[in-house]
């Protein structure tokens, strides 16, 4: 059967919820990413609102943001989830918060973070989610660096939830199944493919485009056999 894609951002909200309870159920550990890779998002609305949904189905749990400011301005704006938002130093300075059994959602998480994610993460005792987070710095470039952060901390942490626009379609993986690819055709997104792992940009562009994959592979045919001709 073919994957569907959100009709909107509150749609796609509502399918993370039922991702995560569905991943979340009866694992008391466990590292999960949640994205809405939209250009231009502004994330604590959304996961203000994904938290409260949460909350409201008794999951116990605690938001944390990058910084001071963007705790308080969650505590402004969410006055009913005040008690429960926190930024990520609170969490690292007391490793008592990490005993006192509760989902923890961390909210836009970037490269600069890292450290202190890690940190937090390898003290806390019950599942975490990290919300439209950007953990891997491209800046460390290849080095020996990437490598062991890619095979150590960046390797415990599975997608729950990824929604990313493209060029020409969309991806989406949901409770940590197939990714899905659509194309954008003038009518509508249309389900094209689905990989059992992301697929690259390459796999991408062939099944968005088979035409011009097709000319690959003739193009591709064609160098052989002069190869072979010269050989």
Same mark, same amino acid.
């Given at each position: 059967? &073919?994957?569907?894609?959100?009709? =909107? ?8 919820? @039922? ?38 189905? &008794? #999951? ?16 402004? =704006? ?8 926190? =930024? ?35 003290? #806390? ?22 490598? @062991? ?41 249309? #389900? ?16 968005? &485009? ?17 190869? =072979?001709?010269?050989?």
């Amino acid at each position: 059967m &073919s994957a569907v894609l959100p009709a =909107d951002l509150l749609e796609a909200e509502q399918r993370t919820i @039922s991702a995560l309870e569905s991943v979340l159920g009866g694992i008391r550990r466990g590292r999960w990413m949640v994205t809405w890779r939209f250009e231009g998002l502004r994330v604590m609305g959304p996961a203000l609102r994904m938290a409260r949904t949460l909350k409201e189905r &008794s #999951w116990p749990l605690l938001v944390a943001f990058p910084d001071a400011g963007a705790a308080a301005l969650a505590k402004r =704006d969410a006055p009913d989830l005040a008690n429960c938002c926190v =930024d990520f130093m609170q969490l690292q300075r007391d490793p008592a918060w990490a005993n006192r059994g509760e989902l923890l959602l961390l909210i836009g998480a970037q490269p600069s973070d890292y450290e202190t994610v890690e940190a937090i993460c390898n003290l #806390w005792k019950e599942p975490v989610v990290l919300v439209n987070g950007r953990l891997e710095d491209a800046g460390v470039g290849i080095g020996s660096v990437a490598r @062991s952060r890619r095979r150590g901390f960046l390797a415990t942490w599975s997608s729950a939830f990824h929604l990313e626009p493209l060029a020409q379609g969309a991806l989406l993986l949901e409770r940590q199944k197939e990714w899905e690819l659509f194309r954008c055709d003038p009518d509508g997104y249309r #389900w094209i493919q689905r990989f059992e792992q992301r697929p690259d940009p390459e796999q991408i562009d062939a099944a968005v &485009s088979p035409s011009a994959d097709g000319l690959r592979q003739t193009l591709g045919a064609v160098d052989r056999l002069i190869d =072979d001709l010269r050989g």
